[in-house]
């Protein structure tokens, strides 16, 4: 439907005009949405880069803590005080969609336009990466059962399919069932699109030559005599290509204010690197002043694969970083409360209870550590939700204080919008304006071994990592084939700063259990698998999907 006459957004191409583009830079896609040329970020290279914003969180409670509201509400809250500002966000899955959290798009006062379109397919992205995904996919099983050189016997495919949707009931499936045979029988499953490799090389991929040459070297399998089968054996990465030539390109959106907005990739962070794309990185750090980007769930997850990874990729280092903290986050670490996935908060958790609060403030401490540890200038945004009482945010704001971090604000912008974080943004404006001294946390020339270790004791707080034995033999075999000097990404849980979700706070004095590892050749890492992960999660009890409906207009509710 068109904008209505109270809306308070305004025309795309107004929004790419502020920004300096013009029509032939801009393909509109609807009312609200548009997608950029595809060079656009080489065609204005010779452009002043801006300053880089990351935001992160403390270990969230199963609802999340508002880092993409807070996100939302510092880019408008920047240009309300005349900083040129975009706002850099991830594509929500359906998964949290319809499962626990609900839509990624922000909320309240403080949200995406097109909310509705961006949490529901928006411009089709996730689909065009499960059809590339699931085509090749289908071209292994169709090689290996026409046993074509170079030859893949059936257990020596590991490549899978992936939807994006909670359903536990694909993660492990039979296939070959049917006649003619042309797929192999033998067990494989689904993982979430947003988990898959494809997706990963989308959001890391510089360009589009960049993207097939990444595609072509995604490892479908082993071939009979131990040698790596890739896309390429296979022809793929061209077809491949094809579904994705349109998905590469940035989704250029505005919030509320009317704030440019590019929502682009969607990883998660517990289960894949969980940044958006380089590409709109890259694009946007040449059209603003500053750029707010948001990483997936804490700084032991999504803002730890920002340094290590994706910044790696890019080139783009943060100049600052918020942390994001709630007062019932904080009250969760403390183990008082029973919080569990699928399941209302306790209302005691939304009381006052200082005594909780205090136990909990160890899980700050232990973010605002990780970060400082990676040289970037750090800000605290303590996120105001409406029942938090003004007593214990005064006495959050003073404890942070005390721990030596003078760069902590309240932000409201749930409620106020950008008017609510103006005070946040004046923090970040100045934080940027320090001296960066970046250090990742490992080498790319350390051993595999080594690197997982160095997260274990310098992000996660663990003693050591321990490696199963079949992920020992994996790193034997991604080392004999030379996939050396790749970043590691590991797969753990968000609510935990180890691989327990049962160990709340700043835990320590534990061993971080590495059970599966994986060669993402493509996209450019090692994927290391914590105990009790699954890259296809299931649905809670009373999934969000059963409050979601459509009302006589069109409009969806309940999202």
Not at 245 to 264: S, W
Not at 515 to 531: C, K, N, S, T
């Amino acid at each position: 439907m068109p904008p209505s006459s109270h809306s308070t957004t305004r025309p795309l191409i107004e929004i790419a005009s502020d920004l300096g583009l013009d029509s032939n830079q801009i393909e509109p896609f609807g009312w609200h949405a548009g997608k950029v040329s595809i060079d656009l970020h080489e065609a204005i290279a010779d452009r002043p880069k801006g300053k880089f914003i990351g935001v992160t969180a403390i270990n969230p409670t199963p609802f999340g803590e508002g880092k993409t509201v807070v996100s939302i509400g510092l880019a408008m809250a920047m240009n309300r005080i005349g900083k040129r500002t975009i706002v850099n966000l991830r594509q929500p899955s359906l998964a949290p969609v319809f499962g626990i959290k609900g839509g990624g798009a922000g909320a309240g006062a403080c949200h995406l336009v097109p909310a509705q379109d961006i949490n529901v397919h928006f411009t089709g992205d996730l689909h065009a990466v499960a059809a590339a995904n699931n085509l090749l996919a289908a071209l292994a099983d169709n090689h290996a059962a026409r046993k074509k050189p170079p030859v893949l016997p059936k257990n020596g495919i590991i490549w899978r399919r992936v939807l994006d949707m909670n359903d536990k009931g694909l993660a492990r499936i039979e296939l070959g069932l049917d006649e003619p045979i042309q797929c192999l029988k033998r067990e494989t499953g689904f993982d979430l699109t947003a988990a898959s490799e494809v997706m990963s090389v989308l959001s890391l991929a510089s360009n589009l030559s960049d993207l097939r040459t990444r595609l072509q070297r995604i490892m479908v399998g082993v071939g009979e005599n131990g040698e790596p089968v890739t896309a390429s054996h296979l022809g793929a990465g061209g077809a491949m290509t094809a579904l994705l030539r349109n998905a590469i390109r940035p989704n250029l959106v505005q919030t509320c204010e009317g704030t440019p907005a590019i929502v682009h990739g969607g990883p998660f962070a517990n289960i894949s690197h969980g940044n958006n794309s380089v590409i709109a990185d890259l694009t946007a750090i040449r059209l603003a002043d500053y750029v707010v980007t948001e990483s997936g769930f804490g700084s032991d997850l999504g803002a730890e694969k920002l340094f290590n990874i994706k910044s790696r990729a890019s080139g783009i280092v943060p100049d600052a970083e918020v942390i994001v903290c709630t007062l019932r986050a904080l009250k969760y670490h403390s183990g008082k409360f029973d919080v569990r996935p699928g399941r209302p908060l306790p209302s005691a958790i939304l009381s006052p209870d200082r005594d909780a609060l205090e136990a909990g403030f160890q899980n700050l401490l232990a973010h605002i550590d990780n970060v400082q540890r990676f040289g970037i200038p750090v800000v605290v945004a303590i996120n105001r939700f409406p029942e938090d009482g003004h007593e214990e945010l005064a006495w959050l704001k003073d404890a942070v204080q005390r721990h030596g971090m003078g760069r902590v604000e309240i932000i409201d912008a749930f409620s106020r919008g950008g008017l609510g974080g103006v005070d946040l943004a004046a923090a970040v404006v100045d934080a940027c304006d320090q001296l960066v001294r970046f250090q990742p946390t490992y080498e790319l020339e350390d051993s595999y071994e080594v690197k997982l270790d160095k997260l274990a004791r310098n992000v996660y707080g663990a003693d050591r990592a321990e490696l199963s034995q079949e992920a020992r033999e994996s790193l034997q075999k991604i080392e004999a084939i030379g996939a050396i000097d790749l970043p590691v990404c590991v797969a753990k849980t968000q609510y935990s700063m180890s691989h327990d979700p049962k160990l709340l706070g700043h835990p320590k004095s534990f061993v971080f259990p590495v059970h599966q590892i994986r060669l993402l050749a493509g996209a450019g890492f090692v994927l290391a698998i914590a105990d009790g992960i699954s890259l296809m999660p299931g649905l809670p009890k009373d999934p969000a999907a059963s409050r979601i409906d459509v009302d006589a207009n069109g409009n969806i509710i309940g999202l």
